[in-house]
Each structure stands twice: as C-alpha cells, then as structure tokens.
C-alpha cells in the first residue's frame, strides 16, 4: 500500500460563524491521500471543494479538525517552523489561469517568485535558465519569459499556473478547476500535461472538478461533497459502476435531485439531503461498505448495502 502523504481529519470551515449568514462550506469531512495518487473531488458549485482545498493549503484557517501532511500539523501553531517547507512542497492551481497571474510581472518574475521566496537559485543567470527550463517542461519556450500574461492564450495561461506551482519542486499539487475555463481540446492537453507530470515527477494531485468524465480520466479515487459533506469515496471505476449514495446516483445520471423527502432508493428512505440528518435520528457518518467503497451513511443504510453489494 502507498505511503500516506495527507490526512484530513473532521475538517471544518465554517464561514461568519455563529452568525445568521453562516455557511458550513466544509462540513466535518476526513479523508487521505496517498503519494503518487490523484484524488479527484467532485460536486456541484457551492458544495465545498474550493474551500476544502483552500483550508488545505492554509489560504484559510481551519474552524476545527485537523490536517497532516507527512507528519507536519499545518494549522497547528506549533508547527510554525515546518511551515516554510510545508509552503514549498504543496502548491495550488487556480482555475481562472489570468486572475492568478499578475498583469504587471512579466512571465520570467511570475515563475521566478518562488525560486527566490524559497531560495533556490544563486544568481540571475541561474533563475532565467531555471524558468526557461520550466517553460519548456510546460510545453512553452524562452521567448516567453519575456511577455506578459494577457499575451497568451488561455491554455497557455494555465501552462503559466503549472510551471509557476512546479518551480519549487513540490510534491503536492491541487488543482482547483484547472480546466475548467478551458475550451474541450485544450482541457485534454492540459489534463495530459499534469498526468505526464505525475508520471514524471511522482506528484500527487488533489484534482478538484465539476466535469465527471474528466475527473475519471485523471483520478485514482474520487471523492463526491455535497453540502460541505463529503458523501461517497471509493476508486474511480467503483465509483462510476456501482454509486451508492443518491446524490452521486443523481449525479452520474444526470437526474436533478428530488425533493428532499423523496424516497429515491430503498436503502435511504429518512434522509434529508438539506440537513444531512436522519429523520429518525440515526448516527450518520462515513462507513466502508466495499473496501475502499465509504458512503456516508446510517448504520442500518450501511448493513443494507453490504448485503447489496456481496
Ligand atoms: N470567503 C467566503 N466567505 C463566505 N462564504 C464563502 C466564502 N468562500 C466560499 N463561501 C461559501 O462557501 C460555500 C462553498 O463554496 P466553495 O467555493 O468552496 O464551493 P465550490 O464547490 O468550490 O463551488 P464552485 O464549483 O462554484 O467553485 C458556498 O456557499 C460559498 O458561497
């Protein structure tokens, strides 16, 4: 078994807590990512993703919970002094490739910004071939160092995002919708690069996403939120074979979700997807139905599909 790289563990974010405009983007989710693998997380807009990985990376606070990156407590203060390599081995993706590049930089300083954050290379020479190393690599070449970021294509932009989270040598990636300002041709070359890359580089990816068949092309495990749950994990091919949790159902068939109180299957006749709460009161929580299948679900659910599934 792959050595774990992260652990999540019941992670909150809540925003405007404790007032009436509070949201629980990140609703008490766990989950581990393992080295080398992709897990793709998926979900319709607003169920949480983003903000999942935005608190991963610390561009948030976590409300509570934990999360471990190969030993290091990254929203523990005590882990004040592994942050700085924290902060180089994950780096982050966005999805609007332009709003993440500064309009004002040219290409050469916006890859070159974590070189000299992190101190990697010695002199000027050094960090132009470094980029230009990057650039390449990307699939781009030494004339661009010099131009801007609103001179390229929106692909090519994304490319910019790639060799600038590459330049530190992380290990981690996330991938908040890389491609999802993308038109569909270049969304496979940039999938294939960040698969190439993985191959390459041994990167692990936490590749967040709304288009399904995307995600299952790149992803080793996918992991379904929905309303700041985290509703189903399993690897990709089970996921999409055998889905046991309705919104997932709802999702791979394209069905919009019934009315809350609607019996979609037999095994989830008191579930009420808006509350996350059983209407009989049962414990809910992410229980593993096949191996490496976890649905979230009841106890008596959770029996229910064991004896589905065998
Ligand atoms: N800074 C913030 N302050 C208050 N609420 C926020 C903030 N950021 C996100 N939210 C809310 O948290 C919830 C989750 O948002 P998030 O962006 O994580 O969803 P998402 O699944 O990534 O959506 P999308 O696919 O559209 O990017 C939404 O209800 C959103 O409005």
């Given at each position: 078994m792959a050595e774990?790289?992260?652990?999540?563990?019941?992670?909150?974010?809540?925003?405007?807590?404790?007032?009436?405009?509070?949201?629980?983007?990140?609703?008490?989710?766990?989950?581990?990512?393992?080295?080398?693998?992709?897990?793709?997380?998926?979900?319709?807009?607003?169920?949480?993703?983003?903000?999942?990985?935005?608190?991963?990376?610390?561009?948030?606070?976590?409300?509570?919970?934990?999360?471990?990156?190969?030993?290091?407590?990254?929203?523990?203060?005590?882990?004040?002094?592994?942050?700085?390599?924290?902060?180089?081995?994950?780096?982050?993706?966005?999805?609007?490739?332009?709003?993440?590049?500064?309009?004002r930089m040219k290409v050469l300083d916006i890859i070159a910004e974590g070189l000299d954050i992190h101190g990697l290379v010695k002199n000027s020479k050094e960090r132009k071939e470094r980029v230009v190393e990057l650039l390449e690599t990307v699939g781009l070449n030494r004339e661009h160092a010099d131009r801007y970021a609103h001179e390229f294509s929106g692909g090519q932009r994304?490319?910019?995002?790639?060799?600038?989270?590459?330049?530190?040598?992380?290990?981690?990636?996330?991938?908040?919708?890389?491609?999802?300002?993308?038109?569909?041709?270049i969304q496979a070359q940039v999938v294939n690069l960040l698969k190439e890359l993985q191959e390459e580089k041994g990167l692990t990816y936490l590749f967040i996403a709304h288009d399904l068949s995307m995600v299952k092309y790149i992803s080793d495990r996918i992991g379904v939120m929905y309303f700041g749950k985290l509703v189903e994990l399993a690897p990709a091919e089970d996921l999409y074979n055998n889905p046991m949790h309705p919104y997932t159902q709802s999702l791979l068939s394209a069905i919009p979700l019934p009315d809350p109180n609607y019996e979609r299957t037999r095994v989830r006749k008191s579930y009420d997807p808006t509350s996350h709460n059983y209407q009989d009161g049962e414990e809910i929580a992410m229980r593993e139905v096949t191996p490496g299948h976890f649905v979230y679900c009841s106890e008596k659910e959770f029996a229910t599909l064991q004896a589905i599934s065998n």
């Open positions: 774990k790289l992260l652990e999540i563990k019941n992670l909150k974010q809540y925003f405007n807590q404790g007032k009436p405009n509070e949201v629980r983007a990140v609703d008490d989710i766990s989950f581990d990512i393992y080295k080398g693998e992709t897990l793709g997380l998926v979900g319709e807009s607003g169920c949480g993703k983003s903000t999942t990985g935005r608190t991963i990376i610390r561009l948030y606070d976590a409300t509570d919970g934990q999360v471990i990156y190969d030993g290091i407590n990254v929203h523990d203060k005590k882990s004040k002094n592994d942050l700085k390599t924290f902060n180089r081995k994950m780096q982050m993706i966005f999805q609007d490739p332009y709003a993440s590049l500064n309009p994304q490319r910019l995002g790639i060799a600038r989270a590459l330049a530190v040598n992380p290990e981690f990636i996330i991938a908040d919708e890389p491609i999802s300002a993308l038109d569909v041709s």
